[in-house]
């Protein structure tokens, strides 16, 4: 687990290192909080880690159980608070969806290539 929280800590600087890349490309859509959005998704991505590691030492069919359930139930949550978001702050609606989306895509993206490493040939 511990190697597990440095690679996800160096995922975590690199994705907040190549957004605030874009914010000085001077894009308009840059989202000044998202180290808040890239932290949530280190707190999110660690204990969505820690539920895959538990399921499998209950077996396989338990491990694709929770992995589809997690991922879903994750996407749901984020969803409903990105139209949140969205809907009672109009101003950052834009900036916030597209900084939340973007550390979505970089940490799935991180959590599957990872799952696949450790927990495919089980």
Sequence with gaps: MKNFIV???????ISSGLYYLIGIAGTPYFF???????????IVTLFFHKGL???????NQQFIR?????????LMLILLFVIIIALTNKSIAMNFTLCTFFYY???SSFEVWLSMKQFGRK
């Design 105 to 107: 895509l970089f940490f």
């Design 53 to 59: 590691q538990n399921s499998l030492e209950k077996g």
């Design 7 to 13: 690679q996800l800590s160096i995922i975590s600087i």
């Design 32 to 42: 000044s909080w998202h180290p808040f959005i890239a932290g949530f998704f280190f």
């Design 66 to 74: 929770y992995y589809m359930g997690a991922t879903a139930v994750k």
